[in-house]
């Protein structure tokens, strides 16, 4: 009887996580992806747009590429991951693609910056660690009722507010003009607080307060983009406003009263300043 039990108890938590041979293949091969970009070496070209007036000048170069198509990888294997779940059941899995795309976005942006050495290598570790949680947890989210549904939860948002403060001092780092500052910062901005506020489980996409977020941090980006700050104190003053504007969003979504609603919002943004100040 008590071998009978272990073994229900065994095939119940196998089916809350992926299967061990697919997230491997999956991983492996968005890090080839990126992995490929060291290894081969190729020219770039600029893509150039001249007007009275304005200059615009886009490099492209192998990894650019390459990172497009990590992203598709990922969007792809994610979506094969997620149809094996016995939960999903014919309902749509749009919303446990963005988090693993975006992911790998944002982990391609620093490989590309970063020096050949250990450094990298770091780095590409790191990547694989992301890659690993964020594919972990979006299938455990999948099923609301799965024991470590409330962990994984949590991760992901955490994760989330994290790849913005990365992406945020890639950007800074890398010297992007406010042309392209400003569409990433509005893009990502936008898509992280959409499936973050989806993750209260209703099912709700709050469309108008995703855009909102996203508008007024590529404004902010757009304001600090000459201020003469460290990539790490501008991901910090971006990602304060981002995440006191999703919190405040949950938390009106859960009718608490405005004037209670901006107490924590507030004490966010005041902390993340005070942060980058003293960095």
Known sequence: MRARRY???MQENRSYLPSADRIGVLIASVLLAFALTRLIQ?????????????YFALPL???????????????AGMDWLTRSHPALSGKTNVEHLMLPTIT?????APLSLLPNGM???????????????????EYITINPSAPS???????LTALAYALFLILAASLRFSGARMVMLVPATFIVAALISLRILHLDGTDRWDF???IGIGIICAQIGAGL????????????????????????SVSLAEDIPLRRAVVGPAIVVGLAWASAIFL
């Open 7 to 9: 073994n229900l108890f």
């Open 42 to 54: 190729s020219p770039s070209f600029t893509i150039a747009l001249e007007l009275p007036g304005f």
């Open 61 to 75: 170069t192998l990894g650019t590429f390459m990172t497009i198509l990590a992203a598709a990888l990922a969007a």
């Open 104 to 108: 790998t976005f944002v982990i391609g």
């Open 119 to 137: 450094v990298w290598w770091v780095g590409f570790a790191f990547g694989a660690i992301l890659l690993l949680i964020v594919f972990l947890a």
């Open 149 to 155: 549904y409330a962990l994984a939860r949590a991760g």
């Open 208 to 210: 108008p307060w995703a």
């Open 225 to 248: 983009h000459y201020w003469p700050l460290t990539p790490v104190q501008f991901g910090l003053v971006l990602t304060g406003p981002f995440y006191a504007l999703t919190m405040l």
